[in-house]
């Protein structure tokens, strides 16, 4: 299998490194018209040479002896609004049946004991009793029954997209959410947030390549941004992987790992081994880090000072990605969740 070139090591690297400024209107706040039609930059690692393509022209960079890892997660609406309107939760994790972390929008405001109310399917009512408070501010709930998100929920956009639309005078949620925060493939729900580089993929698309999933429940740490003055001070969120049957023998004989997205990436540079199995991984994958397993990465645009900006930089070296970043932000790329990808070969 071949080995992806490796850049010079950046050791003692500060958060600040990791910083651009981006136009506002480059947040993309909603999806391309088709989803195959984002647009799509190539970055050649050996040569340095950038193209600037469409996602339709993907599988003229990749042969039938790639193998494409994606990350089959599927988003719960999990974003609730109390009847009343005060506050905002988003649950998190189910530890037990009814038991919920979660994040809660004012946090001042959800208090152990007390009742929070929420309108079901059909203008009924369902409550939950704050239990406790988390070291990180999370609440864990206690639904007396149990929440239908399917009906009550919204999808759980990133703060950023809700924003800008609400700059621009648009509703915060809108219905294609339900249809395009989620990808085709999506499979297992557990996610709070979409694993974005798959967003692009039609059926039809992905049809055409050699592919195999892994499962990464995507949690609300992977969009936090890094606020330690030093990259290596930074702890790393934990999240939820499992790797199913006939993985290892798909990945095996292939050439090339194409892993899609930054949640595929790090259940491929975690996992102790590929066979059947389910794992926590807590993986910080920045400069000077070296890919074991990962030849190709397909990947949105990131935030700055993100984790997932510092795993992409592992790949490309830091000061080479900032510099295909400003060449994107030049030629009008659409940036995060519902932006246009990049493919580094």
Known sequence: MVRPFHHRPEPGARTSDYEFVLPPEL???????????SRLLVYHRESGLIEHRHFFDLPGYLGADDLLVLNNSRVRPAAL????????VLLLEETSPQHWVALVKPGSRA????????????????????????????????????????TMGEMPLPPYIRKRRGALGEREHVAEDFERYQTVYARQPG?????????????ELLSRFNHAFVTLHVGLGTFRPVKTEFIDDHEMHEEAYSIPEGFEAAYEAARRIV????????????????RPHRGRTHIFIHPPYEFKRVDVLLTNFHLPHSTLLML??????????????????????????????????
């Open 27 to 37: 947040i993309a706040t909603h999806p391309a018209v088709r989803r195959e039609e």
């Open 81 to 88: 609004a109390t009847s009343d309107g005060r506050l905002e």
């Open 111 to 150: 208090r152990p004991g007390m009742r929070l109310r929420f309108t079901a399917c059909g203008g009924k009512e369902i409550e939950a009793e704050v239990l406790k408070t988390l070291a990180g501010g999370e609440r864990v709930l206690r639904f007396f029954s149990a929440p239908d998100l399917d």
């Open 191 to 203: 996610s709070v947030a979409a694993p974005t580089a798959g967003l692009h993929f039609t059926v």
């Open 259 to 274: 892993a899609v997205g930054t949640t595929s990436a790090r259940v491929l540079e975690s996992a102790s081994h590929l």
């Open 312 to 345: 992409v930089s592992a790949l490309t070296g830091r000061e080479r990605l900032l510099e295909i970043y400003r060449e994107a932000i030049a030629h009008k790329y659409r940036f995060f969740s519902y932006g246009d990808a990049m493919l580094i070969l």
